[in-house]
């Protein structure tokens, strides 16, 4: 599944062939290019401790981590690249320039492994794929670091990924379900320095709703202003971090009842409320997952603020059952009492009991955070779902209230809303800190800020 490094070079339908003299002058003349000055591994100092945990967790086993590859978004057009979260966490190495490597722990012994990094080499200037090759040459994608200076830069021993033969077989971090599972379960709980880079993109992520308040007024007069919001938000992301952890979800009026709403393409009115669910990644490619449900006109309708503040009060009572100790599924079941109690004092359901009140929730409560958005996903329900909170965790807290715009079990003036009230929290010795806590969450909050930015 390892692109072909033999192969010949990924041209694409328009270069014009060079002539035999071209090729000839372009081997020549050519100094020893410098080593990159920006490469920087932040948490290389970390990672061997990591790869020792999983190291013990499979003696004498081969275990083959890989980077994952490039794929085609058209032609010789590739979609941007992002290491697998794995690959990244063993080896602090976060760049698009990661595509097609691999790590692998060798067997060293009967406990422990030996990590190796198969990396793409330099392009040698005595080819032409350094010019010619769009995917992989020089002059197209960059200088890539010797595998000296990975070596120095990660302290992993580096060799270069083999021309001929593939990866050596072993148990695949994408492949093999155990392997999987247990990277996911040694995942859960983050250290100082991961905290920190969350704490990262959740600061640029705060800076990213910010702009969208003061982008408002031109994305209301936008035929497309959801739109506007998501370019708003994204050219916050690219230009703090990486880029976004997952698609930003800009949905106006009744767009915010569908959940994962990304295609963005509708207009705003201001009798309307828009969901706002983004985050920034970092270059460490930790995300932030953060929803905020804002008034367009600046002022929540009684309605609109009577949906809020039922959505609110769940994260309250989610939030508050945040401890270490505490069952995964604890601070879903309460933020869900809330809900059910709420839509029965409304008069929306019979009975406070049973599960009728997912029909307007629609989904769980929260979930892990970290490199991915939905972190730690493979990792066991004992572990995770079943588990219990453990100090170093983090997640989101994120009820919401779905009222279809066609659900004839609502009042008409219920119709058509939809509120997600999502934060990001670390759990402490104590409880759980509020780890977005600069952006506003009560109504009144936010309707203070609205009106400071417009004002700003
Ligand atoms: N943004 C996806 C989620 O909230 O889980
Ligand atoms: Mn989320
Ligand atoms: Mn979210």
């Given at each position: 599944?390892?692109?072909?490094e033999?192969?010949?070079?990924?041209?694409?339908?328009?270069?014009?062939p060079?002539?035999?003299?071209?090729?000839?002058?372009?081997?020549?003349?050519?100094?020893?290019?410098?080593p990159?000055?920006?490469?920087?591994?932040?948490?290389?100092?970390?990672?061997?401790?990591?790869?020792?945990?999983?190291?013990a967790?499979?003696?004498g086993?081969?275990?083959?981590?890989?980077a994952?590859?490039?794929?085609?978004?058209?032609?010789?057009?590739?979609?941007?690249?992002?290491?697998?979260?794995?690959?990244?966490?063993?080896?602090?190495?976060t760049?698009?320039?990661?595509?097609?490597?691999?790590?692998?722990?060798?067997?060293?012994g009967?406990?422990?492994?030996?990590?190796?990094?198969?990396?793409?080499?330099?392009?040698?200037?005595t080819?032409?794929?350094?010019?010619?090759?769009?995917?992989?040459?020089?002059?197209w994608v960059?200088?890539?670091?010797?595998?000296?200076?990975?070596?120095?830069?990660?302290?992993?021993?580096?060799?270069?990924?083999?021309?001929e033969?593939?990866?050596?077989?072993?148990r695949?971090?994408?492949?093999?379900?155990?392997?999987?599972?247990?990277?996911?379960?040694?995942?859960?709980?983050?250290?100082?320095?991961?905290?920190d880079?969350?704490q990262?993109?959740?600061?640029?992520?705060?800076?990213?709703?910010?702009?969208?308040?003061?982008a408002?007024?031109?994305a209301?007069?936008?035929?497309?202003?959801?739109?506007?919001?998501?370019?708003?938000?994204?050219?916050?992301?690219?230009?703090?971090?990486?880029?976004t952890?997952?698609?930003?979800?800009?949905a106006?009026?009744?767009?915010?009842c569908?959940?994962?709403?990304?295609?963005?393409d509708?207009?705003?009115?201001?009798?309307?409320?828009?969901?706002?669910?983004?985050?920034?990644?970092?270059?460490?490619?930790y995300?932030?997952?953060?929803?905020?449900?804002?008034?367009?006109s600046?002022r929540?309708?009684?309605?609109?603020?009577?949906?809020?503040?039922?959505?609110?009060?769940?994260?309250?009572?989610?939030?508050?059952?945040?401890?270490?100790?505490?069952?995964?599924?604890?601070?879903?079941?309460?933020?869900?009492?809330?809900?059910?109690?709420?839509?029965?004092?409304?008069?929306?359901?019979?009975?406070?009991?049973?599960d009728?009140?997912r029909?307007?929730?629609?989904?769980?409560?929260?979930?892990?955070?970290?490199?991915?958005?939905?972190?730690?996903?493979?990792?066991?329900?004992?572990?995770?779902?079943?588990?219990?909170?453990?100090?170093?965790?983090?997640l989101?807290v994120?009820?919401?209230?779905?009222?279809?715009?066609?659900?004839?079990?609502?009042?008409?003036?219920?119709?058509?809303?939809?509120?997600r009230i999502?934060d990001?929290?670390?759990i402490?010795?104590?409880?759980?800190?509020?780890?977005?806590d600069?952006?506003?969450?009560?109504?009144?909050?936010?309707?203070?800020?609205m009106?400071?930015?417009?004002?700003?």
């Amino acid at each position: 599944m390892h692109e072909s490094e033999n192969a010949a070079p990924r041209t694409a339908g328009h270069d014009l062939p060079p002539t035999p003299e071209l090729e000839t002058f372009m081997t020549r003349g050519w100094a020893a290019s410098p080593p990159p000055t920006d490469l920087r591994v932040p948490a290389a100092a970390l990672t061997a401790a990591r790869r020792a945990r999983l190291s013990a967790r499979f003696p004498g086993e081969r275990l083959v981590v890989p980077a994952g590859v490039l794929s085609v978004r058209s032609n010789d057009c590739d979609h941007r690249f992002r290491p697998h979260s794995a690959y990244a966490w063993l080896t602090g190495l976060t760049g698009a320039d990661q595509a097609g490597h691999a790590l692998v722990l060798e067997p060293d012994g009967p406990h422990g492994h030996e990590a190796v990094l198969h990396l793409r080499p330099r392009s040698p200037r005595t080819g032409s794929g350094f010019y010619r090759d769009r995917r992989h040459g020089e002059f197209w994608v960059g200088r890539r670091p010797e595998p000296a200076e990975v070596e120095s830069l990660t302290g992993i021993r580096c060799t270069p990924l083999g021309t001929e033969a593939p990866l050596p077989p072993g148990r695949g971090a994408t492949t093999d379900s155990e392997l999987a599972a247990v990277l996911s379960e040694l995942r859960l709980v983050k250290d100082a320095w991961e905290i920190d880079e969350l704490q990262r993109a959740v600061d640029h992520t705060t800076t990213g709703f910010e702009d969208v308040v003061r982008a408002l007024p031109r994305a209301l007069a936008h035929p497309r202003g959801e739109r506007w919001i998501e370019g708003v938000f994204d050219l916050r992301a690219r230009a703090e971090g990486n880029g976004t952890g997952y698609e930003t979800i800009a949905a106006a009026g009744a767009h915010a009842c569908v959940l994962h709403w990304t295609r963005n393409d509708g207009p705003l009115d201001p009798r309307d409320l828009l969901l706002l669910d983004a985050g920034v990644e970092t270059d460490g490619l930790y995300t932030a997952d953060i929803t905020r449900t804002l008034p367009l006109s600046g002022r929540f309708s009684p309605v609109q603020r009577q949906v809020y503040d039922l959505v609110l009060a769940a994260q309250e009572a989610g939030i508050a059952a945040l401890k270490p100790g505490a069952r995964f599924r604890d601070f879903h079941r309460a933020a869900m009492r809330v809900i059910a109690e709420g839509l029965a004092d409304w008069g929306v359901l019979k009975s406070r009991e049973g599960d009728l009140h997912r029909r307007y929730t629609l989904c769980s409560s929260g979930h892990m955070l970290g490199l991915d958005v939905h972190d730690c996903a493979q990792a066991r329900a004992k572990a995770y779902l079943d588990g219990v909170l453990e100090e170093g965790q983090v997640l989101t807290v994120e009820p919401g209230l779905y009222l279809q715009p066609d659900d004839e079990t609502l009042p008409r003036e219920l119709r058509g809303i939809g509120v997600r009230i999502e934060d990001d929290l670390v759990i402490t010795a104590e409880g759980a800190r509020l780890m977005s806590d600069a952006l506003p969450r009560t109504a009144a909050a936010i309707e203070e800020w609205m009106g400071a930015m417009a004002e700003g």
